[in-house]
């Protein structure tokens, strides 16, 4: 894969505009340079081709970062590549883009939203009969709409469907055709769909598809089926796909009290290892956190100190914060509870530091309580050695607080 490197914002706008030249969509670029070019930084710009795309954009990307000054920060350094999803939030994640998008110049970032089943079927782990029984076109476009509307922008650079979770689901024909119309009608210029479980399954289909230009998906040091899931990316970039990383940090702390944090830069470099994913979209907490994330397009290369850090959990008994969603505790709980979702809740509340978005999550899925609470024996036997009865008393205690508490 070849590498360019720039050494500001300003450059790397100029070779960007060059790379796209040859996509479909691009009336923008050839319109001007941007209008809000900031004080060029002195950083060096490790970028590859999102796939057939042609956009040609720095490997460390942004996530759902809250704090409107960090995203204006976070573009002055030289971040071109934004994700959100018009769940984040309820929709104020974009909202708040919206605003940082008013002074910027269209041709200056690339946006990519999702449209979110959840929104529509309200279940957090609904079979796919469900959501196809659900499933309106209508429903996408005022999705589609909705995020346009919140974004402030007339067309979106790259349109996912979320959480794909099967082949059968990522290949399901009225889905492509409608995110097809988009493409056609400009409110898109590229379509895709994410994947946080089954990966290998699902980015095989979106290959298959001949239809999905981009699959974002879950890759992080801690998936324990990393090998197949690292096969499947190199079909998909060899297929033409563009391939951006997420969750590469794996819950952030490795443990519940966050005394012990994942090395984060590390944990970013061995997923950006791997040269057929394209850009990562960490999420960024504070400034530190975004210049840390940057400083990887220095050099790749692994210290021996950063891959012991890598193992730091394993050798200090620390089974982490992240659910792999590898799916192996399904079935197992006599009550039937939804594990995996129950355990991303866990990561929000006690990695993320966000109660919040923990108990919108819970909610999502359940109304009452969690049963746990009156289970007298868990046999549930997580592949990464959760305690999984025990991460459920903690995250049940979160329904016992007033939601205004929760900010
Ligand atoms: S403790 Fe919870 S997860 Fe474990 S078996 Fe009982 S109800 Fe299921
Ligand atoms: S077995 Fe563990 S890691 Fe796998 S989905 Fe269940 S809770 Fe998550």
Partial sequence: MKKDRFTSRREFLRKCAAGLAGAAFLPALARSRPLHETQSKDRKFLCRTLGRTGLRLPIVSMGATRAINLVHSALEEGIVHIDTSSIYENGNHERMLGEVFKTLSRDSFVIATSAAWENFVKDSDPPFDKIRKKFNPKILQEEIEGSLKRLGLDFIDIYYIANVYSREFALYEPYMKVCENFKKAGKTRFIGITVHRNEPEVIRAAVESKV????????????????????????????????????????????????????????????????????????????????????????????????????????????????????????????????????????????????????????????????????????????????????????????????????
């Fill in 212 to 407: 999905w230009d981009v699959v974002l998906t879950a890759y992080n040091f801690r998936k324990t089926y990393y090998k197949e899931l690292r096969a499947a990316v190199r079909e998909a970039a060899a297929a033409g796909l563009g391939v951006v990383a997420m969750k590469t940090q794996a819950g952030v702390y490795w443990d519940k009290a966050r005394t012990k944090k994942i090395n984060m830069k590390a944990a970013l470099k061995w997923v950006l290892q791997d040269e057929n994913v394209h850009t990562a979209v960490p999420a960024f907490a504070n400034y530190e956190e975004m210049m840390e994330d940057l400083s990887v397009m220095e050099d790749l290369t692994l210290t021996l100190e950063e891959k012991q850090d890598l193992k730091l959990g394993e050798e200090l008994g620390f089974s982490g914060l992240y659910c792999q969603h590898c799916g192996s505790c399904r079935g197992q709980c006599r009550d039937d509870i939804d594990i995996p979702t129950l355990m991303r809740c866990y990561m929000y509340l006690f990695g993320y530091l966000e109660p919040k978005k923990a108990r919108e999550t819970l909610r999502s899925w359940t109304s009452a309580d969690i049963s746990c609470k009156n289970c007298q024996r868990c046999e549930v036997q997580c592949s990464l050695g959760f305690d999984v009865k025990s991460r459920a008393l903690d995250i049940a205690r979160i329904l016992e607080v007033p939601k205004e508490f929760l900010g």
